[in-house]
């Protein structure tokens, strides 16, 4: 039976939110599945993606064949590189602990780098705000400067009001 690893869509229009499932080539996109491998989130930055690794790793050992995108989110978490690492163990070139100290070292780094995107995302995000609200203030300033004059005329215009109607009084 040919196994694929690939998406499979559900979610809202316009708000799509894949499982990354293992599923019999001949199945239906959306239809039955082997195995629910994992999660994939396009609508947030970065993309949230939950994959059971070791589950994914076992698949592939198994000669299931992911698609494009099911390849490029199995590389992006380390699946790929785990199979890799996998298979020079099985030919002796590795021991066991050497590739779980590289998978480990890969993946330290690799969540390293997605943290400091997320912290530049967060950073640019705070810097538009701060500008946004700088421009309201200049905006608000001006306006409030604007009316200024106006309102110290109307002040003018109600107190020479006062004065003609008091000495009006007066003189009745």
Request: charged fraction near 30%; hydrophobic fraction near 40%; charge should be negative.
């Amino acid at each position: 039976m040919p196994v694929k690893i690939r998406l499979q869509r559900h979610g809202k229009k316009g708000k799509p939110y894949y499982w990354i499932v293992a599923a019999d080539s001949r199945s239906k996109r959306d239809g039955k599945y082997l195995e629910k491998l994992g999660a994939y989130n396009p609508n947030t930055n970065p993309a949230t993606i939950d994959l059971n690794v070791d589950s994914a790793v076992q698949w592939l050992q198994n000669g299931a064949q992911p698609t494009d995108t099911a390849r490029a989110i199995l590389s992006y978490k380390g699946a790929m590189l785990k199979n890799h690492l996998a298979g020079g163990v099985a030919k002796g070139a590795l021991t066991e602990e050497q590739a779980e100290a590289k998978f480990k070292a890969w993946l330290d780094e690799k969540t390293s780098k997605i943290e400091a995107k997320a912290e530049g995302l967060s950073k640019a995000e705070a810097e538009a705000k701060a500008k946004a609200l700088e421009a309201e203030k200049a905006v608000n300033e001006a306006r409030i400067a604007a009316a200024a004059p106006v309102v110290e005329e109307v002040v003018a215009e109600e107190s020479a009001e006062t004065e003609e109607t008091t000495a009006a009084n007066e003189e009745e």
